[in-house]
């Protein structure tokens, strides 16, 4: 069986890990978010192609979700030392090297899908890892400046330096309209078995890949079942601040309002967590197969039941 899975960072990765042990013989091609993408210190630095790596090959640092594990941050220090900015952003040692590479060997022409593969082969995340596109994208937000005046500031000034404090206003994916799909993606989608959305950022990560000309309406026309799972789970986020976001395209943060955004043109199936087991009715209504199921990925073995119950879903969908 051949699986394709639109993956934004943490949320994208955790459920691809549930989803190799669910089907370890399907063959997994990952479509990675790189509008989070972001040069720091002369570095290209693509935060979420790196949380799936690091997840699925063993590296991650599993409390935090990202980084590496048993990370040191001599080289972070050193910089602060010089007073360089920014501060904000967390690069470890460890991690340090993989943007050195991928720098290094964009510089020499390759396009990110090349560089991806090749970090990869280091790694082995037992999937094929494809960036959404080869081109630069950088997802930017509107927010309300002091004095009354908007500011457009990188995604990841928000999110991580500002931590979603204020409202988003706007989220723009930058270059995504001048873009195209990296060389694999429209060919991964066109002869998949199954495509999943995993719950991840509707906004900016699935949003954001799914911006790229072209990838949404090759999902659209792949003529398979299309299955998502919730990232919204009681009217909040299980992590994170995605309700930010979804403000900022006059979403809600419920399940339902999440499946509508994607909408019956999109999605064949959605899953919900049961204690939204109310939103099903509603999801249905707007012609999408819904199911309540448990969705916190606190472990692998709950995490693989969700790729399961997806997979059956789009099974059921099929027939
Ligand atoms: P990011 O790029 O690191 O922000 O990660 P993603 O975009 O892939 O996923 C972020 C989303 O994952 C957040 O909106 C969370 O609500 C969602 N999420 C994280 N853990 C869980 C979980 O255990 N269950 C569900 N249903 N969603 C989760
Ligand atoms: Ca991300």
């Known amino acids: 069986m051949r699986i394709v899975v639109l993956a934004g960072g943490i949320g994208g990765a955790r459920f691809l890990r549930g989803l190799r042990a669910a089907a370890p013989e399907a063959d997994i091609t990952v479509i990675g978010n790189t509008g989070d993408d972001i040069h720091l210190f002369g570095l290209k630095v693509c935060p979420d192609l790196d949380t799936v790596m690091y997840t699925l090959g063993g590296g991650i640092n599993e409390e935090q ?21 920014p501060t904000w952003f967390g690069l470890g040692d460890r ?4 943007h050195v590479i991928r720098t290094q060997m964009l510089g020499a022409g390759y396009p990110l899908s090349a560089v991806t593969e090749a970090l990869c082969a280091r790694w082995k995340p ?10 630069r994208v950088e997802t930017h937000v509107a927010i309300q400046a002091e004095e009354g005046t908007r500011k457009v500031v990188h995604f990841q000034e928000y999110w991580v ?21 990296a060389p694999g993606v429209l060919e991964a989608i066109s002869t998949a078995d199954v495509i999943l959305f995993p719950p991840s950022n509707p906004v900016v990560s699935i949003g954001a890949i799914l911006a790229v ?5 090759a999902i659209a026309e792949a003529g398979v079942p299309v299955v998502g799972l919730s990232p919204i789970v009681g009217g909040a986020p299980v992590r ?11 979403v809600e943060a419920t399940a339902a309002a999440v499946a509508a955004h994607y909408g019956s043109g999109l999605l064949d199936g959605w899953l919900v967590h049961t204690s939204d087991a109310d939103a099903v009715a509603d999801v249905e209504a707007a012609g999408i197969r819904c199911r309540a199921v448990p969705l916190l990925m606190a472990d692998l073995d709950a995490t693989a039941q969700m790729a399961r119950e997806a997979l059956t879903l789009a099974e059921e969908a099929r027939a």
């Open 65 to 85: 979700g990202w980084g590496r594990a048993d990370e040191t941050f001599h080289i972070k220090e050193e910089l602060a030392a010089y007073g360089v900015e």
């Open 95 to 98: 991690d340090f090297a993989t």
């Open 126 to 135: 037992g999937v094929r890892l494809l960036p959404m596109t080869d081109d």
């Open 161 to 181: 330096k500002l931590r979603a404090a204020m409202a988003a206003e706007a989220v723009v994916p930058v270059g995504a309209d001048q873009s195209k799909p």
């Open 213 to 217: 000309p072209g990838i949404r309406e």
């Open 240 to 250: 994170g601040m995605a309700d930010k976001v979804l403000a900022a395209v006059g």
